[in-house]
């Protein structure tokens, strides 16, 4: 092979690597879902509606927006659901709510669960968390967390098949 043709292939070698670079270093700051969690109601003091992230730790689940976070133990939760609302066995339960959850989030949320709840006891009392999440987004969460948890989510069959 000639010097021209290695020269220009090391020449378009080191474009193609610049150009890759540049399109992953693009890919990396364009702006994702960064905070798809949002809390709607609990018994923690976090604000209505602060939005942040979700960490599946291996042993305790933590919620965390920049107002405040929340770690929930595996071992001291009690009841998972992922539905389109907040079942009336929960509601039924005598939690005593830092920020209750909206009535009638079946009719906001409509056929599609949006809505998890986490149940779980903290010295003694009732404690619980409810966050709305897009389906999109906690599907792969679900698994995860039954295997972590050791513990099931229960989920509302919401979709109809063919």
Request: charged share 25%.
């Amino acid at each position: 092979m000639s010097r021209r043709k290695t020269g220009r292939m090391a020449k378009s070698a080191l474009v193609l690597a610049c150009l890759l670079s540049a399109g992953s270093f693009a890919h990396a700051r364009k702006p994702r879902h960064a905070s798809p969690f949002k809390f709607v109601g609990g018994t923690e003091k976090i604000p209505e509606s602060c939005k942040g992230l979700m960490e599946v730790g291996s042993a305790v689940l933590t919620f965390t927006c920049p107002n405040g976070s929340v770690s929930v133990p595996y071992d001291s939760i009690s009841l998972m659901q992922y539905r389109p609302d907040i079942s009336r066995k929960i509601r039924k339960m005598k939690i005593k709510w830092a920020v209750k959850p909206q009535a009638g989030l079946r009719i906001l949320g409509g056929n599609k669960n949006r809505y998890f709840t986490i149940v779980y006891e903290e010295q003694g009392a009732v404690h619980a968390i409810v966050l709305e999440v897009p389906p999109e987004t906690m599907r792969p969460y679900l698994a995860e967390i039954d295997v972590k948890s050791g513990k099931r989510v229960e989920v509302e069959e919401t979709e109809e098949y063919d």
